[in-house]
């Protein structure tokens, strides 16, 4: 199902979630990956409308910091800008919470204004380095400073 959703993106889409040229098809060990989510270190959603898989987002945790995890995400071009990024990204953001993932870390080329603008409305921090910009967003966001 992954496979068609990759498949069927524009070539400037496919390049923008890989940050690389990758072929339409995407090689058999990178779909095995995709496709390896566990539901605890490896969380995965997708988003189906009338039977076709037009939106992914998942996160990986990473080894070595339990709380934080790395994530990517993508939604079929004819339906993006509708709210569905950001959906999926506070679906997302809610499960790791809940699992025990304080920092969902995910990284963007730096002309990528949609993932940014995306990022930056759910409140995460961003770094730019070179071509590439980096963002941190946390689960638990702190709550709003009460003016006393
Ligand atoms: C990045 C991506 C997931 C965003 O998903 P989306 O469903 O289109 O985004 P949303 O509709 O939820 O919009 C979220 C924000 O992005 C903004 N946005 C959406 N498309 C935009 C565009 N082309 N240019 C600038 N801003 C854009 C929206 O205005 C919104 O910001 P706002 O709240 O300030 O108005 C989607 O564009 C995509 O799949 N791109 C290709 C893959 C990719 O880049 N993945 C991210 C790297 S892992």
């Known amino acids: 199902m992954l496979a068609e959703l990759f498949a069927g993106l524009s070539q ?13 098809q995407l090689p058999a060990r990178l779909l095995d990956i995709l496709d390896a989510a566990d539901g605890r270190n490896h969380v995965g959603l997708i988003a189906v409308h009338r039977g076709r898989v037009v939106g992914a987002a998942r996160y990986i945790r990473a080894e070595d910091a339990t709380a934080q995890a790395d994530v990517a995400f993508t939604v079929a071009d004819e339906f993006q800008g509708q709210g569905l990024g950001r959906l999926m990204l506070r679906e997302l953001m809610r499960r790791a ?11 963007m080329l ?13 409140g995460a921090s961003l770094r730019s380095a070179g071509q590439t910009t980096y963002a ?3 689960t638990h966001p702190e709550p709003e400073a009460v003016a006393v």
């Not at 400037?12 to 339409?24: D, I, K, N, T």
């Not at 730096?110 to 759910?122: F, G, I, P």
């Open 97 to 107: 919470a809940a699992s025990g993932v304080d920092r969902l870390r995910f990284e």
């Open 110 to 122: 730096a002309e990528n204004r949609a993932a940014q603008a995306l990022a930056r409305s759910l």
């Open 12 to 24: 400037r889409s496919r390049y923008l979630r890989f940050m690389a040229g990758v072929p339409a």
């Open 136 to 138: 941190e967003l946390h």
